[in-house]
């Protein structure tokens, strides 16, 4: 047995593992590198935005913008929604407060400007410096989550496939040289498919328990329920005669439109959408479509808005919590000094 004086044996380090830790750059250089990233990333973002915004006309968006007050009323309730819920649900998985609801609304910056999942790759990358979890752990939470979502979503498209096919409205998305009834049963069959597939494979699928994974689908149900509910409601403020059978069309046609995976830059879809089906409303053309691009300029300004107010405070607080560490001394015996 070894007395205490005996020199404990350290672990071998592999010659790779020991050039990797040669290359890292130092904690200071890093963190400053990893602030230019952000910078970088924030500034990227703006002026993607700006661009779209001026791709769609600065002139013609603000003549098109609706006058009835409540359509942005409905807006701006419905915008908070997605990051309220997804709040409520990470904090049912994980020990996070409220000041973590900003994360969640870069989170829908990223993944609705940008392609789907990149919202839950910079999610994952914040977890893992802020959840006492494992990496697998966090990363198993996070695709369970979103599995959730998906199911909630296609069971939804189920729902709404009779709504475009008794409203009359199949042409409307029918692909060139294709039957009108192709791509409503494409979507219905792969959303049959993956339910099919994630109730079958579930035990090894998901890592969640049934009572998680029971709030979690309950609360992404009611997120898209009230984010509709709150859509018709815009869009009835801005275009009162249309009757709600028509909206309820268009919800449809967006669900089966948000099926897609890697979406790139949904808004602008969302727009380029309603265009298309401005003809089947029964209101003027240009008001429709008018409306639409009103809807959508004002959700990617939105966007820039939210993730530049995001960002300002996330670099204002981390500057204070600098300061502050700056400023207390450590004691003369080495010892830090008490909080």
Same mark, same amino acid.
């Given at each position: 047995?070894?007395?205490?004086?005996?020199? !404990?044996?350290?672990? +071998?380090?592999?010659?790779?593992?020991?050039?990797?830790?040669?290359? %890292?750059? +130092?904690?200071?250089?890093? *963190?400053?590198?990893?602030?230019?990233?952000?910078?970088?990333?924030?500034? %990227?973002?703006?002026?993607?935005?700006?661009?779209?915004?001026?791709?769609?006309?600065?002139?013609?968006?603000?003549?098109?913008?609706?006058? =009835?007050?409540?359509?942005?009323?409905? #807006?701006?309730?419905?915008?908070?929604?997605?990051?309220?819920?997804?709040?409520?649900?990470?904090?049912?998985?994980?020990?996070?407060?409220?000041?973590?609801?900003?994360?969640?609304?870069?989170?829908?910056?990223?993944?609705?400007?940008?392609?789907?999942?990149?919202?839950?790759?910079?999610?994952?990358?914040?977890? *893992?410096?802020?959840?006492?979890?494992?990496?697998? &752990?966090?990363?198993?939470?996070?695709?369970?989550?979103?599995?959730?979502?998906?199911?909630?979503?296609?069971?939804?498209?189920?729902?709404?496939?009779?709504?475009?096919?008794?409203?009359?409205? !199949?042409?409307?998305?029918?692909?060139?040289?294709?039957?009108?009834?192709?791509?409503?049963? @494409?979507? =219905? !069959?792969?959303?049959?498919?993956?339910?099919?597939?994630?109730?079958? #494979?579930?035990?090894?699928?998901?890592?969640?328990?049934?009572?998680?994974?029971?709030?979690?689908? &309950?609360?992404?149900?009611?997120?898209?329920?009230?984010?509709?509910?709150? $859509?018709? %409601?815009?869009?009835?403020?801005?275009?009162?005669?249309?009757?709600?059978?028509?909206?309820?069309?268009?919800?449809?046609?967006?669900?089966?439109?948000?099926?897609?995976?890697? @979406?790139?830059?949904?808004?602008?879809?969302?727009?380029?959408?309603?265009?298309?089906?401005? *003809?089947?409303?029964?209101?003027?053309?240009? $008001?429709?479509?008018?409306?639409?691009?009103?809807?959508?300029?004002?959700?990617?300004?939105?966007?820039?808005?939210?993730?530049?107010?995001?960002?300002?405070?996330?670099?204002?607080?981390? *500057?204070?919590?600098?300061?502050?560490?700056? +400023?207390?001394?450590?004691?003369?015996?080495?010892?830090?000094?008490?909080?």
């Amino acid at each position: 047995m070894p007395s205490e004086s005996d020199p !404990v044996p350290q672990a +071998e380090t592999s010659p790779l593992l020991a050039r990797l830790k040669a290359l %890292a750059p +130092e904690p200071r250089i890093a *963190k400053i590198i990893l602030n230019i990233v952000r910078i970088v990333i924030a500034v %990227a973002v703006v002026a993607f935005m700006y661009v779209r915004l001026s791709e769609i006309g600065w002139d013609a968006t603000l003549a098109a913008l609706p006058r =009835a007050p409540m359509f942005y009323v409905f #807006f701006a309730v419905a915008y908070w929604i997605l990051p309220f819920a997804e709040m409520l649900i990470y904090r049912a998985l994980w020990p996070i407060r409220w000041r973590s609801l900003p994360v969640f609304i870069r989170k829908r910056v990223y993944n609705e400007l940008m392609f789907d999942y990149s919202g839950e790759a910079y999610l994952y990358l914040w977890a *893992k410096d802020a959840v006492p979890h494992s990496t697998r &752990g966090i990363l198993s939470t996070i695709k369970d989550v979103n599995l959730l979502s998906g199911l909630a979503s296609n069971s939804l498209t189920l729902l709404m496939l009779p709504v475009v096919i008794l409203g009359g409205h !199949v042409t409307l998305l029918q692909a060139p040289g294709d039957h009108p009834l192709v791509p409503l049963l @494409l979507c =219905a !069959v792969l959303a049959l498919a993956l339910m099919t597939m994630l109730y079958v #494979f579930r035990k090894r699928i998901f890592a969640l328990s049934r009572r998680d994974a029971a709030v979690v689908g &309950g609360l992404h149900v009611t997120r898209l329920l009230t984010i509709f509910a709150l $859509q018709v %409601a815009q869009w009835s403020a801005a275009l009162p005669q249309v009757p709600f059978g028509e909206w309820l069309m268009f919800l449809a046609a967006q669900l089966l439109l948000t099926r897609i995976p890697f @979406l790139p830059n949904r808004d602008v879809m969302m727009m380029w959408l309603g265009v298309a089906l401005a *003809k089947a409303i029964a209101a003027p053309a240009p $008001q429709v479509a008018s409306m639409f691009l009103a809807a959508g300029a004002l959700s990617l300004a939105t966007h820039a808005f939210m993730y530049g107010v995001v960002t300002a405070v996330g670099l204002a607080t981390r *500057k204070g919590q600098t300061a502050g560490q700056s +400023e207390c001394p450590p004691s003369q015996s080495g010892t830090p000094l008490p909080h």
